[in-house]
């Protein structure tokens, strides 16, 4: 469920910053002024564009760091719990194997007594 959220989370930023960018290129485009003032805006249209993908990028390389850390977690926790359960099975099958020894043997010698 978190996980839906980060990605809706992530979705969302792209569209905001893609939007916006798209939003700033036809404004520019619809505007009446010079063409060095257009090119002076669409440079720093550019330039902030690239902060908040840098931004975004930062954003993205965290969660993938998060990710990773919850995995890893994750990861050990079932290697805990797949060990404690295959010493646990080890142990029942030796108290197995230990009882049929004992049962054997008692046999045995029962029905060497006879």
Partial sequence: MDNDRSNAGVGFLSGLVIGAFAGAVIALMLAPQSGEE??????????????????????????????ADDLRKQADELAKRTRSAYEQTAKRADSAVQAARNAAKSKLDEMQAD
Avoid: C, P
């Fill in 38 to 67: 257009t090119r002076e805006l669409i440079l720093g249209k550019a330039q902030e564009a690239k902060g908040k993908a840098l931004d975004l990028a930062s954003d993205l390389r965290d969660l993938a760091g998060q990710l």
